[in-house]
């Protein structure tokens, strides 16, 4: 059986070609139009036949009321552009009106973004694929019976709710330029998902996203916010999000992580107040990669179209780990990233109120939050690996575990082995049963197996995660996986 | 996720309700319901409301009781500045369950202690703040209630975690399937390439010769999802390909009355597609419209349209009816409009119009620049398009 190069994850791409005709209204910011350049972009690109394809399937009301209000999607299922005036009511209740407008379709249009986030989780669930994506998803401000910011259904936490089927924590990042607080407040009380939100805050939409809003109840340290100022550049971006994101991956050891790329906090968006460039935009995604979980990525904000569409296909090509030219090919709406017709773009000069002393401050008030997580595991497995790992895993092997970490890790590390096998996961039932069906595995899972086996693979998939052996097994495998 | 334009008009419209202008509120809401108006004013007072309805009485109450942490706005209530009163309708179903229980009154002390010291307050939301040293390393604007939301707590507001770890079999979680259309892992990268290359080819082998397209090679999903169909076989899915290939999509091409009829429909509803597949377009659907649109605007026949609106507008300004939509419309395009290549028509990328992967015939391109490369057959990586797609006369 032939694979792709063994370096590259397993990607798999949901996309709907009927998301693009969708249309909020005259004047609307949002245009599901962006997910059809982005698509287009990838088919040009030659991206598409690298990865596996999907049409999801549509969600269904049933689906959807995992999270959602039965009240809150029986009404969205009902309402059209010419039943409005009898929903009057009900449209106030559930804030459909005017931001979130009554579009033609507005309910395919959400069961076509839900059901592509829920059939990416499956798949992660299922070990079938590393990376998902789903582009049409992302929609992190809807709320259990409320729609807010453009958002009626809320993808993001009915994926999370999915791969919590599977694994007993779940972190959750948010790059829109947005706070997400619909995902936050869904997993608000709850240790299982950690919510991790970068975006702008001060008189800005949503209006939470404070830095002190840490979570209740069991949930409490398991919302991070991270505000932010207008004019974050690359490089402030990356200083708070790699140490961030290193020490909660250290401390929350989640084993699935769902990424929101809105790409609203590029420079230039017409809603936006960030200065990022694609590059830096698609660190993330390259940054979040190398952690080596089971990734889902999904969409969101983002309202300079044009530039939208290069971000998304720029991060696929990240997490297809294939590079792309600046150059963008021809395709439909070539005529839309003129005057340059470039890849990426330059940030502008606007000037940058995010001073380092303010971001230091904010980094160390997360970390003192971070270290309160009541049942952090004392050893850190993961701090984000270097670029070229692929020379280590070589012999890993043989290697006794602790020689395999780099030295910057082991620097960090403060429990011995021991505590390896005493986390909270331990006597987690059902887990291994879910397995049975499967060979033994080469293949990593971080955190599911609470043998000490399967952590030794674990910080193996730490070190490799673009291993190329790990591949070659894991491959054959999946055809013994029946389909769904 | 949104706009924050509207959110920075909330306080504004903050301001106006505290002085007592309370009717102004309360009228977009009706307005809202008709959905007959502009949106930009609109969608600033409907972000004003929400911020009201957010702060709910009932939703307040519960959560005040819960949290001790009020918001400056229920204060303002408390001394009969009310905005709630206008509008009772708006109830969003509060039922917090109150986990914790502070003293109300807290919120009183909070109205004054905010300003000097908002974390001493903060730290009582649920007990879910660090009642550490806030203040020293975070700095405040002064009128940050008025934008400032909550996160809500309560089985409204909290997703249902179902207890432990299911085990997962072969039944998928939902009854549709999802569609694999194109799975990469059976064939080897160089086979399905050369299979793409064929099937390039193919397509250009009835009429203009191949352009040369720069470094990449294109995907065609239609292709590569024939080849899925064929199990795999390049033979066969070449030789259906072929058999296909005589027979072109050519019914969803648009026709030249279907376009003018598009462009009345701009002229009377704007981009209200629905209107304008109602009263104008009925052969198409609301999606085809949209897909349709965004290909048309940006060719010289849009181009023309906006240039003749932008004439009639002059003419008729003083029957401003008309021109409403317009004037929103051509205010929107002059942003975009630059020095771009532009094809003439729309039509010649709708041959294919189920497919995003139709390409569009580089003939049509209006450009010269595009043009001579294409001639020269340059290999810029600018890659152009190789379809051989005859040129509409549709402009």
Same mark, same amino acid.
């Given at each position: 059986?032939?694979?792709?190069?063994?370096?590259?994850?397993?990607?798999?791409?949901?996309?709907?070609?009927?998301?693009?005709?969708?249309?909020?209204?005259?004047?609307?910011?949002?245009?599901?139009? !962006?997910?059809?350049?982005?698509?287009?972009?990838?088919?040009?690109?030659?991206?598409?036949?690298?990865?596996?394809?999907?049409?999801?399937?549509?969600?269904?009301?049933?689906?959807?009321?995992?999270?959602?209000?039965?009240?809150?999607?029986?009404?969205?299922?009902?309402?059209?552009?010419?039943?409005?005036?009898?929903?009057?009511?009900?449209m106030q209740r559930?804030n459909v009106g005017e931001d979130c407008?009554?579009?033609?379709?507005?309910?395919?249009?959400?069961?076509?973004?839900?059901?592509?986030?829920?059939?990416? %989780?499956?798949?992660?669930?299922?070990?079938?694929?590393?990376?998902?994506?789903?582009?049409?998803?992302?929609?992190?401000?809807?709320?259990?019976?409320?729609?807010s910011?453009?958002?009626?259904?809320?993808?993001?936490?009915?994926?999370?709710?999915?791969?919590?089927?599977?694994?007993?924590? =779940?972190?959750?990042?948010?790059?829109?330029?947005?706070?997400?607080?619909?995902?936050?407040?869904?997993?608000?009380?709850?240790? /299982?998902?950690?919510?991790?939100?970068?975006?702008?805050?001060?008189?800005?939409?949503?209006?939470?996203?404070?830095?002190?809003?840490?979570?209740?109840?069991?949930?409490?340290?398991? %919302?991070?916010?991270?505000?932010? !100022?207008?004019?974050?550049?690359?490089?402030?971006?990356?200083?708070?999000?790699?140490?961030?994101?290193?020490?909660?991956?250290?401390?929350?050891?989640?084993?699935?992580?769902?990424?929101?790329?809105?790409?609203? *906090?590029?420079?230039?968006?017409?809603?936006?107040?960030?200065?990022?460039?694609?590059?830096?935009?698609? /660190?993330?995604?390259?940054?979040?990669?190398?952690?080596?979980?089971?990734?889902?990525?999904?969409?969101?904000?983002?309202?300079?179209?044009?530039?939208?569409?290069?971000?998304?296909?720029?991060?696929? *090509?990240?997490?297809?780990?294939?590079?792309?030219?600046?150059?963008?090919?021809?395709?439909?709406?070539?005529?839309?990233?003129?005057?340059?017709?470039?890849?990426?773009?330059?940030?502008?000069?606007?000037?940058?109120?995010?001073?380092?002393?303010?971001?230091?401050?904010?980094?160390?008030?997360?970390?003192?939050?971070? !270290?309160?997580?009541?049942?952090?595991?004392?050893?850190?497995?993961?701090?984000?690996?270097?670029?070229?790992?692929?020379?280590? *895993?070589?012999?890993?092997?043989?290697?006794?575990?602790?020689?395999?970490?780099?030295?910057?890790?082991?620097?960090?590390?403060?429990?011995?082995?021991?505590?390896?096998?005493?986390?909270?996961?331990?006597?987690?039932?059902? /887990?291994?049963?879910?397995?049975?069906? !499967?060979?033994?595995?080469?293949?990593? /899972?971080?955190?599911?197996?609470?043998?000490?086996?399967?952590?030794?693979?674990?910080?193996?998939?730490?070190?490799?995660?673009?291993? =190329?052996?790990?591949?070659?097994?894991?491959?054959?495998?999946?055809?013994?996986?029946?389909?769904? | 996720?949104?706009?924050?334009?509207l959110?920075?008009n909330v306080?504004?419209h903050d301001?106006?309700m505290?002085?007592?202008?309370d009717?102004s509120l309360f009228e977009p809401t009706v307005d809202m319901m008709?959905?007959?108006?502009?949106?930009?004013?609109t969608l600033d007072e409907e972000e004003a409301l929400a911020a009201g309805e957010q702060q709910d009485?009932?939703?307040?109450?519960?959560?005040?009781?819960?949290?001790?942490?009020?918001?400056?706005e229920?204060?303002?209530?408390?001394?009969?500045?009310?905005r709630n009163?206008d509008k009772?309708v708006v109830?969003p179903?509060?039922?917090?369950?109150?986990?914790?229980?502070?003293?109300?009154?807290?919120?009183?002390?909070?109205?004054?202690?905010?300003?000097?010291?908002?974390?001493?307050?903060?730290?009582?939301?649920?007990?879910?703040?660090?009642?550490?040293?806030?203040?020293?390393?975070?700095?405040?604007?002064?009128?940050?209630?008025? @934008?400032?939301?909550?996160?809500?707590?309560?089985?409204?507001?909290?997703?249902?975690?179902?207890?432990?770890?299911?085990?997962?079999?072969?039944?998928?979680?939902?009854?549709?399937?999802?569609?694999?259309?194109?799975?990469?892992?059976?064939?080897?990268?160089?086979?399905?390439?050369?299979?793409?290359?064929?099937?390039?080819?193919?397509?250009?082998?009835?009429?203009?010769?191949?352009?040369?397209?720069?470094?990449?090679?294109?995907?065609?999903?239609?292709?590569? &999802?024939?080849?899925?169909?064929?199990?795999?076989?390049?033979?066969?899915?070449?030789?259906?390909?072929?058999?296909?290939?005589?027979?072109?999509?050519?019914?969803?091409? @648009?026709?030249?009355?279907?376009?003018?009829?598009?462009?009345?429909?701009?002229?009377?509803?704007?981009?209200?597609?629905?209107?304008?597949?109602?009263?104008?377009?009925?052969?198409?659907?609301?999606?085809?419209?949209?897909? &349709?649109?965004?290909? @048309?605007?940006?060719?010289?026949?849009?181009?023309?349209?906006?240039?003749?609106?932008?004439?009639?507008?002059?003419?008729?300004?003083?029957?401003?009816?008309?021109?409403?939509?317009?004037?929103? &419309?051509?205010?929107?395009?002059?942003?975009?409009?630059?020095?771009?290549?532009?094809?003439?028509?729309?039509?010649?990328?709708?041959?294919?119009?189920?497919?995003?992967?139709?390409?569009?015939?580089?003939?049509?391109?209006?450009?010269?620049?595009?043009?001579?490369?294409?001639?020269?057959?340059?290999?810029?990586?600018?890659?152009?398009?190789?379809?051989?797609?005859?040129?509409?006369?549709?402009?």
């Amino acid at each position: 059986m032939a694979m792709q190069p063994h370096s590259k994850k397993r990607v798999c791409y949901y996309y709907d070609s009927d998301i693009g005709n969708y249309y909020y209204g005259q004047g609307h910011p949002m245009k599901p139009h !962006r997910i059809r350049m982005t698509h287009n972009l990838l088919l040009n690109y030659g991206l598409y036949r690298k990865m596996e394809i999907y049409r999801p399937h549509k969600a269904t009301a049933d689906e959807m009321t995992k999270f959602h209000s039965d009240d809150y999607i029986r009404f969205l299922r009902s309402i059209r552009p010419d039943n409005m005036s009898e929903y009057n009511k009900q449209m106030q209740r559930f804030n459909v009106g005017e931001d979130c407008p009554v579009f033609d379709g507005l309910y395919e249009f959400c069961q076509l973004s839900a059901g592509g986030s829920v059939a990416a %989780a499956v798949k992660l669930n299922k070990q079938a694929s590393e990376i998902c994506i789903n582009w049409g998803g992302g929609l992190h401000h809807a709320k259990k019976s409320e729609a807010s910011g453009f958002c009626y259904v809320n993808d993001i936490v009915l994926g999370i709710l999915e791969l919590l089927k599977y694994h007993q924590r =779940v972190l959750y990042i948010d790059i829109d330029v947005h706070h997400g607080d619909g995902v936050e407040e869904a997993f608000y009380t709850t240790d /299982r998902v950690m919510t991790v939100s970068f975006h702008k805050y001060g008189e800005y939409f949503p209006g939470t996203g404070d830095l002190r809003d840490i979570g209740a109840g069991k949930g409490k340290y398991y %919302a991070v916010n991270i505000p932010l !100022r207008d004019g974050m550049d690359d490089e402030s971006y990356e200083s708070i999000f790699v140490p961030i994101i290193s020490k909660v991956m250290e401390t929350f050891q989640p084993s699935a992580v769902v990424l929101q790329c809105g790409a609203d *906090s590029l420079t230039g968006d017409r809603l936006g107040c960030f200065n990022l460039t694609v590059r830096g935009h698609g /660190r993330c995604v390259e940054l979040v990669k190398r952690f080596g979980l089971p990734f889902l990525l999904v969409g969101g904000g983002g309202y300079t179209i044009r530039n939208v569409s290069r971000c998304w296909t720029y991060e696929t *090509s990240v997490a297809l780990g294939v590079e792309i030219a600046n150059e963008l090919p021809y395709n439909d709406y070539f005529e839309y990233f003129g005057p340059d017709f470039k890849l990426h773009i330059s940030p502008s000069n606007m000037s940058n109120q995010n001073t380092p002393e303010y971001l230091e401050k904010i980094k160390n008030r997360l970390f003192e939050n971070l !270290r309160m997580l009541p049942h952090a595991p004392g050893v850190q497995v993961q701090a984000i690996p270097e670029d070229a790992v692929n020379d280590e *895993s070589e012999d890993e092997d043989k290697v006794d575990k602790d020689e395999r970490l780099p030295q910057s890790e082991k620097d960090k590390r403060i429990t011995g082995e021991g505590e390896l096998s005493d986390s909270e996961d331990e006597g987690e039932g059902g /887990r291994r049963d879910n397995r049975s069906y !499967r060979t033994p595995q080469p293949r990593k /899972r971080p955190r599911l197996d609470k043998d000490a086996p399967a952590l030794k693979d674990e910080l193996k998939a730490e070190d490799s995660k673009d291993d =190329v052996k790990n591949m070659s097994v894991e491959e054959p495998k999946k055809d013994t996986v029946p389909n769904p | 996720m949104s706009d924050c334009a509207l959110v920075a008009n909330v306080n504004e419209h903050d301001a106006s309700m505290d002085v007592g202008n309370d009717k102004s509120l309360f009228e977009p809401t009706v307005d809202m319901m008709v959905n007959d108006f502009d949106d930009e004013r609109t969608l600033d007072e409907e972000e004003a409301l929400a911020a009201g309805e957010q702060q709910d009485p009932k939703a307040e109450l519960n959560s005040l009781q819960r949290e001790g942490d009020m918001p400056l706005e229920e204060l303002l209530a408390l001394y009969g500045y009310d905005r709630n009163m206008d509008k009772p309708v708006v109830e969003p179903t509060p039922e917090v369950v109150p986990e914790e229980t502070e003293k109300p009154e807290s919120a009183l002390q909070q109205l004054y202690s905010e300003t000097t010291s908002p974390e001493a307050t903060r730290c009582l939301r649920s007990g879910s703040r660090p009642p550490s040293e806030e203040e020293d390393d975070y700095d405040y604007s002064p009128d940050e209630d008025d @934008w400032k939301k909550t996160i809500m707590v309560g089985s409204d507001y909290q997703a249902g975690i179902p207890e432990g770890l299911c085990s997962y079999d072969d039944a998928l979680p939902y009854e549709n399937e999802d569609k694999l259309l194109w799975n990469p892992s059976v064939l080897d990268e160089k086979v399905t390439e050369d299979y793409m290359k064929k099937v390039c080819v193919m397509n250009s082998g009835t009429g203009v010769e191949a352009v040369p397209r720069g470094k990449q090679l294109r995907d065609d999903e239609e292709a590569l &999802f024939l080849l899925q169909q064929c199990g795999h076989n390049v033979e066969e899915a070449l030789r259906r390909r072929r058999i296909s290939a005589q027979t072109p999509a050519h019914a969803s091409l @648009w026709s030249e009355e279907e376009c003018r009829n598009f462009e009345n429909g701009l002229k009377a509803h704007g981009k209200d597609f629905h209107l304008i597949r109602q009263h104008k377009v009925r052969t198409r659907s609301v999606g085809e419209l949209v897909q &349709f649109y965004y290909i @048309w605007k940006k060719t010289e026949r849009h181009d023309i349209f906006a240039n003749k609106a932008r004439l009639e507008k002059k003419k008729y300004t003083l029957h401003p009816g008309h021109t409403d939509y317009m004037d929103r &419309f051509l205010e929107e395009q002059e942003a975009s409009i630059g020095g771009v290549v532009r094809p003439a028509s729309p039509s010649t990328m709708m041959v294919y119009a189920p497919s995003p992967a139709a390409q569009p015939d580089p003939l049509a391109l209006g450009e010269k620049e595009v043009f001579s490369q294409m001639n020269t057959h340059t290999t810029s990586s600018r890659a152009l398009s190789t379809e051989d797609q005859e040129p509409e006369a549709g402009s």
